[in-house]
C-alpha cells in the first residue's frame, strides 16, 4: 500500500527565514500531489497542487516542488511569519487509485520572533 | 454561503451505543471523504465516495459505515464494533476530479465513554 511520510518533528525557525518541509512518498507513483495546513482543531485548508509532470508550483511565499525520481516533494514558505505556524499535510492521489486523497502525517511549524 | 458543514461540533456518547456523524455540503462536488485524525497524527482515510449511491473503504474502515443516498450529504456512522472511537472525524469534498482541492469541514469531536 501506500505510504506518506512527513517530518514528525516540529520544525521551529525565526521569522523571517525560510522554512523548508519534507514529504516523501513509497510505492505507486502519485498523479497529483497537494499541500495543505491545519490549525488546531479546526479542518485542513488547501494551499497548493502540483502535478507529476511539473517540477515547481509557486504562490506568494510558498513554493513547492516535485521529483518523482527521488519520490520527494519539497515545501518551502519564504520569509516566514509567526501567522505561518501550523501544521502542514501533504496528500497524494495515486494513479490508478480513483479520487482517493491519501495524507501524510503532517508536520508542525513553529515560527518564532 | 457555500460549504461543507459538520454537526455536531462535539459529541459524547456512552460505550456500546452506535453514533451518527453529519456531514452536508452545497457545494455540488461529486466526490466526499471521512478522515479520522487522532492527537499528533495525520488524516486516515475510513470512507470515500465518487458519486451518489456509491462508495469505497478507505484504509480503515472496520467498525464504521456510510451511506450516499444524496450528493450533498455523506453521513458516518461510528458503530460499537469499533474498537477506539474516540477521535477527531473530518468529512471533506471535492469535485471529484483528480486534481482538484478537497475542502473540508470543521470537524467533529468525538468522546465515547
Known amino acids: 500500500s501506500q505510504k506518506i511520510e512527513q517530518n514528525s518533528e516540529a520544525l521551529n525557525i525565526q521569522e523571517g527565514k525560510t522554512a523548508t518541509l519534507t514529504c516523501n512518498y513509497t510505492n505507486y507513483s502519485p498523479a497529483y500531489l497537494q499541500w495543505y495546513r491545519q490549525d488546531p482543531g479546526r479542518g485542513p485548508v488547501f494551499l497548493l497542487l502540483i502535478r507529476e509532470n511539473e517540477k515547481e508550483k509557486r504562490k506568494e511565499r510558498l513554493k513547492v516542488t516535485f521529483d518523482t525520481t527521488l519520490k520527494q516533494s519539497l515545501f518551502h514558505i519564504t520569509a516566514s511569519q509567526p501567522a505561518d505556524s501550523a501544521t502542514y499535510l501533504c496528500a497524494l492521489v495515486f494513479t490508478g487509485g480513483g479520487n482517493k486523497l491519501t495524507f501524510g502525517t503532517g508536520t508542525q511549524l513553529k515560527v518564532e520572533l | 454561503d457555500g460549504g461543507i458543514t459538520q454537526s455536531p461540533k462535539y459529541l459524547f456518547r456512552k460505550e456500546g451505543q452506535n453514533v451518527t456523524l453529519s456531514c452536508e455540503q452545497n457545494?455540488?462536488?461529486?466526490?466526499m471523504y471521512w478522515y479520522r485524525q487522532d492527537p499528533g497524527q495525520g488524516l486516515r482515510l475510513i470512507y470515500y465516495s465518487q458519486i451518489v449511491n456509491d462508495f469505497q473503504k478507505g484504509d480503515i474502515a472496520e467498525g464504521y459505515s456510510v451511506s450516499r443516498e444524496k450528493k450533498e450529504s455523506f453521513p458516518l456512522t461510528v458503530t460499537s464494533a469499533q474498537k477506539n472511537p474516540t477521535a477527531f472525524y473530518l468529512c471533506a469534498s471535492s469535485i471529484g476530479q483528480l486534481n482538484t482541492e478537497a475542502f473540508f469541514g470543521q470537524g467533529t469531536r468525538l468522546t465515547v465513554v
Open positions: 457545494l455540488n462536488h461529486d466526490a
